[in-house]
């Protein structure tokens, strides 16, 4: 319980160093996978590819071709000229919320995100590649339709309201984004012959786990923005690494300076147990008959009385030591009192 507040800080700061470390490594390995992955322009080379692979299944290759729907294509909701295959809304609340430290700062929440989808494929030269469960994608890159902002007016009693919840409105963003028709993909996932469709191909998220991408950027654009990923979380997890160490020695530095108050303590309760011992020593009678001796030290005289059972047999001395039992009748010790004979 001592501690707790830096036990606080330092599981927080673990979990955190965990996230960004784990991001990193996925980072890491996703670049060196993209990196080992051939490229390939959707077309009768990948059909030869396939074939000549184990299970006639690519475990990870990037390849590229316009997208095209596989029947009716999604039509936007703002603009009807533009279709597409997969379609993101997204309702966003723009507020204004006073902070813990006192501050008014802009905040945005998400109200709702839906998606919507109809199958599609990557296609060129009349060859084409189903890519199947493109939800799982890492990166998906959607184009933006529309993007309307829509203000709110607010009343003075709006006002008063924000200024007790600490929260006022500031409007609506309605976003609608899509993969559109047409649009040139780099898709990189496992490439195997479809199991739908017999004699064509599908792309789909690998099952050794490395990420799926769909992305409109070129093969080097993706691992660049990788590359950066990697960096910032490389900084992240040397920073939380850097401020678990700093807690770590707080806590360190706190508990040596603990033991070493509790030493001194220590050293302090014993000199001084031994000047009071010293000093009985000096004005203790020393011409007792046998009777009036300590059962225990057989020197001292007896000063102690125990109770409950009454027996005044021992020297404060030997009674600092004994605490369980009277010496004489085994009757546990419930209080000591010193006792006086006059
Ligand atoms: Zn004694
Ligand atoms: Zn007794």
Not at 68 to 94: A, C, F, N, W
Not at 315 to 320: G, Q, Y
Request: neutral net charge; glycine residues 8%.
């Amino acid at each position: 319980m001592e501690y707790l507040g830096e036990a606080v800080a330092l599981g927080i700061d673990s979990i955190i160093f965990g996230i960004c470390l784990r991001q990193y490594f996925h980072c890491k390995n996703a670049i060196a996978a993209v990196k080992a992955a051939e490229f390939h322009e959707v077309g009768e080379n990948l059909n030869t590819l396939v074939n000549n692979s184990p299970d006639n299944r690519v475990g990870y290759v990037a390849i590229r071709g316009a997208v095209k729907p596989l029947g009716k294509p999604l039509y936007s909701m703002t603009d009807k000229r533009s279709t597409g295959v997969i379609q993101k809304l997204s309702v966003k609340e723009h507020v204004v919320a006073r902070t813990t430290a006192g501050f008014w700062s802009d905040q945005e929440r998400t109200m709702q995100e839906v998606y919507n989808s109809v199958p599609f494929a990557l296609q060129q030269g009349g060859y084409q590649v189903e890519v199947v469960d493109p939800m799982a994608a890492d990166i998906l890159d959607l184009d933006t339709i529309s993007d309307y902002f829509e203000p709110c007016i607010p009343t003075i009693a709006d006002h008063i309201w924000g200024f007790f919840t600490g929260v006022r409105q500031r409007g609506l963003q309605s976003t609608e984004e899509m993969l559109r028709d047409g649009a040139i993909v780099t898709g990189i996932g496992e490439l195997s012959k479809s199991v739908t469709k017999p004699g064509s191909l599908s792309l789909q998220p690998p099952l050794s786990g490395t990420p799926f991408y769909l992305t409109t950027m070129s093969v080097g654009s993706l691992i660049r923005n990788l590359d950066d990923k990697k960096r910032t979380y490389r900084w992240l997890c040397l920073m939380f690494g850097a401020i678990g160490i700093l807690i770590g020695g707080i806590m360190a530095r706190r508990y040596w300076k603990d033991q070493e108050q509790q030493r001194h303590l220590d050293e302090l309760r014993q000199s001084l147990d031994a000047s009071r011992k010293e000093r009985r020593r000096r004005v203790r009678d020393k011409d007792l008959r046998e009777d009036q001796l300590c059962v225990v030290c057989r020197s001292n005289p007896r000063e102690i009385i125990l109770l409950p059972c009454g027996h005044v047999c021992l020297c404060e001395d030997c009674s600092d030591d004994i605490i369980d039992d009277c010496p004489v009748c085994r009757t546990g010790i419930r209080q000591k009192s010193a006792a006086y004979f006059v």
